[in-house]
């Protein structure tokens, strides 16, 4: 059984200097997508569409593009496009999970 939860560390958060230079709307989508792929099949990992991705992270396509290129120069996360589909993966979530 997975676990219900995963911990969240706000010092690690708030002194991130990649996310932390992001604007509030790329934050939002960013936990979010944490949320989700705290569920997801394959811990640390979603994949769909953008439209797909934008619900998921309760965005606009505007936002999402804007999350995509914040993320593209800062490099918080691991976000690649491939025949349409979106993967997005949390480099921490995804080592945790092997362990």
């Not at 993320?71 to 691991?78: E, G, S």
């Not at 496009?81 to 080592?95: E, G, L």
Request: charged content about 25%; proline content about 4%; overall charge positive.
């Amino acid at each position: 059984m997975k676990n219900p939860a995963f911990q969240f560390y706000p010092r690690d958060w708030l002194s991130d200097p990649e996310l932390q230079q992001s604007c509030a709307s790329t934050r939002g989508i960013w936990i979010n997508l944490l949320s989700h792929m705290w569920f997801s099949q394959d811990r640390g990992k979603l994949s769909g569409t953008v439209q797909e991705m934008c619900r998921l992270s309760a965005c606009t396509e505007p936002e999402w593009l804007v999350f995509f290129e914040q993320n593209c120069r800062l490099k918080f996360a691991d976000v690649t496009f491939s025949a349409q589909i979106v993967t997005v993966k949390n480099r921490r979530m995804v080592r945790e999970e092997r362990i």
